[in-house]
């Protein structure tokens, strides 16, 4: 049975039709989820716990009397997990560790002019909620994505909420990373409780992780209200774009399409390549491939949203890879780092034959948490900036002020600043005696 055959011609298709093939899957405005969380956001502000406890029974069926999961229960994780896997969860913790440490950024201290010196430090941020969504599949290792940054970056307090009951696994990952003060609330009132607080829940500065699309919109109204809650992106659904030549697998192709199309039904992959043979064979093992994944269905409505595109040369694939700006980039040539240096818009860039975009999910050390949607034109991917701000210092000393002072007068006057003016002149005439 052929699942996937969606091979196209880029340069057979008129504009709109090439606009419409790289067009990202529509998520149709629902109004019904903005009132819904609109009400939700209102309920929790109002009512605290009893509103988390209302909603938790409603969505998640879990009739929960203590939000907080205990010390005892996330220290006994360990007990519930496999060597192997404990195992293998230290590998990848170690990798993203000794990543993001040498993100650590240096201390800028110059001296501008003498006597006057100009500093940039980096603060943490005092505290971070991280939300880790439920479901089929425990994403422990978002916890890891999320965690090691934030430990690294020095924040002070991390606030973790996950919908009921949460696995071991995610236990077990907060566990390792330092990270004990655990709430078993999930979606839109999890989101709710970490920006405005509840009797139990603490009021967090700063909202991290993925969910569905009612965490996502939630945390785009709790960071909407005035001196609300900073979040960290509005991450959409997962999406793969593909740049390969003939000397590329198709069979890994292949594999690293459907491993992103297991997402959900909104992903949407792509294969851009100049060689129409690599295609045909790529779509057939796509199909062979399908036939022992366990997520079919979802991957079989993915597949509806994506193409294999047949275009003239690579350069024509960068063209269109800059273009579409995708969230994971597979660069399988020849001579992928000479493609590399012509990517001007990607998230997390992947390349060569060995290089599959679930090791960046998971071990290889880069962060999973990436701008989604054409963000990556602008946006970066999650990093130790993410959970720290910048802070200016300067010292001036009175030499310093004394040969700086006519240009600030002289810029300060242009502008029509008397005061700004006067906060320097009353140090120069001090120092030269007059007061």
Not at 258 to 273: M, N
Not at 275 to 283: Q, T
Request: charged share 20%.
């Amino acid at each position: 049975m052929k699942y996937f055959k969606n091979i196209i011609f880029w340069n057979k298709l008129h504009l709109d039709e090439q606009k419409k093939i790289l067009s990202r899957p529509i998520l149709k405005e629902n109004n019904f989820i903005k009132k819904t969380v609109k009400e939700i956001i209102e309920n929790v502000r109002l009512f605290g716990n009893s509103a988390l406890k209302k909603y938790t029974f409603l969505f998640d069926k879990q009739d929960i009397n203590t939000f907080q999961v205990s010390k005892e229960k996330i220290s006994s994780s360990s007990f519930y997990l496999s060597k192997v896997l404990k195992d293998s969860i230290s590998v990848a913790q170690k990798n993203i560790t000794c990543f993001h440490k040498a993100q650590i950024p240096s201390k800028i201290d110059v001296e501008t002019e003498v006597g006057v010196r100009c500093e940039q430090i980096y603060l943490p941020l005092n505290s971070i909620g991280i939300y880790i969504p439920g479901g089929t599949a425990p994403l422990f290792s978002t916890v890891l994505m999320l965690a090691i940054p934030a430990k690294i970056s020095g924040c002070k307090k991390i606030i973790l909420c996950s919908p009921p009951p949460i696995s071991n696994e995610v236990l077990y990952a907060a566990h390792i990373c330092g990270i004990h003060d655990i709430y078993q609330v999930g979606g839109a009132q999890a989101i709710a409780a970490l920006a405005l607080g509840t009797e139990t829940v603490p009021k967090v500065d700063k909202i991290f992780g993925p969910g569905n699309a009612y965490v996502t919109e939630a945390k785009l109204q709790v960071s909407s209200i005035f001196n609300g809650t900073e979040i960290d992106m509005l991450a959409g659904p997962s999406e793969l774009l593909i740049i390969a030549d003939n000397t590329a697998n198709p069979d890994f192709i292949a594999a690293d399409l459907l491993s992103q199309a297991e997402h959900g039904v909104s992903s949407q992959v792509i294969l851009l390549t100049p060689c129409f043979e690599l295609a045909e064979k790529v779509v057939l093992s796509i199909n062979k491939q399908l036939n022992n994944l366990s997520r079919l269905s979802e991957i079989l409505k993915t597949l509806k949203n994506s193409s294999v595109i047949i275009v003239k040369n690579l350069s024509e694939c960068i063209e269109i890879s800059n273009m579409y700006a995708p969230e994971h980039l597979i660069i399988q040539t020849q001579s992928p780092r000479e493609v590399l240096n012509y990517i001007s818009n990607a998230s997390s860039i992947f390349l060569g034959l060995w290089s599959p975009e679930s090791a960046g999910d998971y071990a290889s050390g880069t962060n999973h948490v990436l701008p989604t949607y054409g963000k990556s034109i602008t946006n970066s991917s999650l990093g130790l900036c993410d959970f720290q701000k910048r802070v200016l210092v300067q010292e001036l000393t009175a030499k310093g002020l004394m040969k700086l002072s006519n240009t600030i007068e002289i810029l300060s006057s242009a502008e029509k600043l008397q005061a700004h003016k006067n906060a320097v002149k009353i140090r120069v005439d001090f120092l030269k005696g007059k007061i």
